[in-house]
């Protein structure tokens, strides 16, 4: 068993989550990755070798959210540092969207982080450590045309950030939400080119941010040197909104 400080980080199989393990990993944390499938979990624990591994966990499934826990314990000591970055998008103007389209999003995106959080916060409690950060995003506060769902699931996970950060701020755990813009990965891979540059026009730095950016906010807020900020969202979108 490692004697390093374990830390979880959903959707850890590519994109932003990918980078905010090996992000971890290099301020020396052992670093539980989740993915959706055998494969995508395979794929972390290669790519993590002696620094943590990967495990399946579907955050619309509570069982298979409780499966996953009873395999951490088996193998390491509980997270005290927990990244909530599984995410999904079903866009769609809210006249067209179905209620598939609305639920699967706020399912995943909002109710998932609650089930994950609350059996984690436990051992953060008993530790009097710990620190919780969630993938919000800039839309979260801006709004987005055709992303009502995203959008309500973001902006409920930064309600869901501070009112946490207020419940268990006496036990020395801080959790604070990073809001990024728009990022290179598969989530904005899907974007019209159309899209893209008329995303780019808004963006005062202007270019895409880059995994490595946001991955090194989240690394900051787990470390011993952000104590002090709970209760917060940082933004990372290069000048896109500041409020
Ligand atoms: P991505 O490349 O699409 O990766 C999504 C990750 O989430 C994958 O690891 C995926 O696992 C996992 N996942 C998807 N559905 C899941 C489910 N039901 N249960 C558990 N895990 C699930 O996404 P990304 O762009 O890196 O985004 C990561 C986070 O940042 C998200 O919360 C997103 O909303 C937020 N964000 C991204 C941007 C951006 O510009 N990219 C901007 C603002 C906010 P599999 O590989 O197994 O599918």
Redesign the pocket.
């Known amino acids: 068993m490692s004697d390093r400080v374990t830390a979880l980080v959903?959707?850890?199989?590519?994109?932003?989550?990918a980078g905010v393990a090996q992000a971890l990993v290099a301020a020396g944390f052992y670093v539980v990755g989740?993915?959706?499938?055998e494969p995508?979990s395979e794929q972390i624990s290669a790519a993590l070798g002696d620094d943590g591994f990967g495990l399946v966990?579907?955050?619309?499934d509570s069982e298979n959210i409780a499966g996953a826990f009873s395999q951490i314990k088996d193998r390491v000591a509980m997270p005290l540092v927990l990244v909530n970055?599984?995410?999904?998008t079903k866009d769609n103007l809210l006249l067209r969207m179905s209620d598939a389209e609305w639920s699967e999003v706020i399912d995943?995106?909002l109710n998932?982080a609650f089930r994950v959080t609350k059996p984690i916060l436990r051992g953060m409690l008993k530790a009097r450590w710990g620190r919780v950060i969630n993938?919000?995003?800039?839309v979260g506060r801006m709004g987005n045309p055709g992303q009502a769902n995203y959008v309500a699931s973001?902006a409920g996970l930064e309600g869901f950030t501070r009112s946490l950060a207020l419940e268990v701020a006496s036990r020395g755990i801080t959790v604070n939400a990073v809001a990024?813009?728009?990022?290179a990965?598969?989530?904005?891979d899907s974007l019209t080119l159309e899209q893209s540059a008329m995303m780019m026009e808004r963006i005062p730095l202007g270019r895409m941010g880059n995994v490595q950016e946001v991955a090194a906010t989240v690394a900051f807020l787990a470390s011993e040197n952000a104590g002090y900020i709970t209760g917060q969202t940082l933004q990372v979108n290069g000048g896109l909104h500041f409020v």
Request: charged share 10%.
């Open positions: 959903t959707g850890a199989s590519r994109g932003i989550g989740t993915a959706t499938s995508g966990l579907k955050l619309q970055n599984a995410g999904i995943t995106n998932g993938m919000g995003s800039v973001k990024p813009g728009f990022i990965t598969d989530m904005t």
